[in-house]
């Protein structure tokens, strides 16, 4: 269900991983409400293509914009054409990047990959987004994508793990300051969800698994998650800041997958 929300109306937003997942579940909430969502990804062309092709089919105002977000050029690249047209009102950082390499076999090239794009591109495209609000003196709602990773410790997963606990407490420390400027900044703590990303781990004996794993019983499907995010960015939530939002199904009160 898709609930109304006018302020989203005419809306700029911009969508780190915006054309598949949970991003893309979030891009089309904005963009029936009336928004111009701009869709970064990183290299799937042909994915990216066929979203963009959707949204056109189904009346969107949207846009494909490509960056790898472990490249600082191309981000700023990204930032500069993106802001060529005035500043954005609403900001999506949902892009990750995880290799399942435990502390022993994760080398410096791994974990610098990892906190590239799951941590300096994300201040880089805050502090951005964020200045370019503030010179227009336009208010910004702004939600970034965490993860249980990085609240909880797993095996084989160091580098994101590590990256994900930082972005929890960026979060904190930014929201702090960008409030100042009625920047609301929070994130939302993702549970396992049926995205493609997660899908290229595991077989799909293990999904089902894992789903009978979590209290709720089942997985989380993208729109559900996109759901909280929406209500995140709107004026309902105004007074929400510098929150990390649970949506896992219960799986923090129980997050042995045997129990």
């Known amino acids: 269900m898709v609930l109304d929300y006018p302020e989203f109306e005419g809306k700029r937003v911009l969508i780190t991983g915006g054309t598949q997942g949970i991003g893309k579940a979030v891009a089309k909430r904005l963009a029936r409400q009336g928004s111009v ?4 990804y990183a290299r799937n062309e042909k994915v990216a293509r066929e979203t963009l092709e959707e949204f ?18 191309a981000v700023e690249q990204m930032l500069e ?22 502390f022993f076999e994760t080398d410096l090239a791994l974990l610098q ?14 502090q951005k987004v964020a200045c370019e609000m503030i010179a227009t003196g336009r208010p910004g709602r702004m939600v970034m994508c965490s993860s249980g990773h990085g609240t909880m410790a797993f095996k084989g997963t160091f580098a994101y793990d590590v990256s994900k606990a930082a972005l929890n407490h960026f979060m904190r420390c ?3 300051e960008l409030i100042e400027h009625k920047i609301r900044l929070n994130a939302v703590d993702i549970g396992w969800t049926h995205t493609p990303g997660e ?6 004996e293990e999904q089902d698994r894992l789903s009978r794993s979590i209290p709720i019983g089942r997985a989380a499907q993208a729109d559900e998650i996109a759901a909280v995010i929406e209500f995140l960015l709107c004026n309902q939530a105004g007074y929400v800041v510098g929150s990390l939002y649970t949506v896992d199904g219960g799986f923090v009160l129980r997050p042995n997958p045997s129990t």
């Open 81 to 102: 054409e993106l802001h060529r047209s005035g500043p954005l009102d609403l900001l999506v950082c949902n892009a990750a990047y995880q290799e399942k390499k435990g």
């Open 56 to 73: 056109k089919n189904a009346g969107y105002d949207s846009a494909l914009c490509q960056a790898d977000l472990g490249v600082p050029d």
């Open 37 to 40: 969502v701009y869709l970064n």
């Open 174 to 176: 930014a929201a702090l």
């Open 199 to 204: 899908r290229r781990w595991f077989s799909q």
């Open 113 to 126: 990959r990892t906190l590239n794009v799951n941590i300096l591109a994300n201040f880089q495209i805050i």
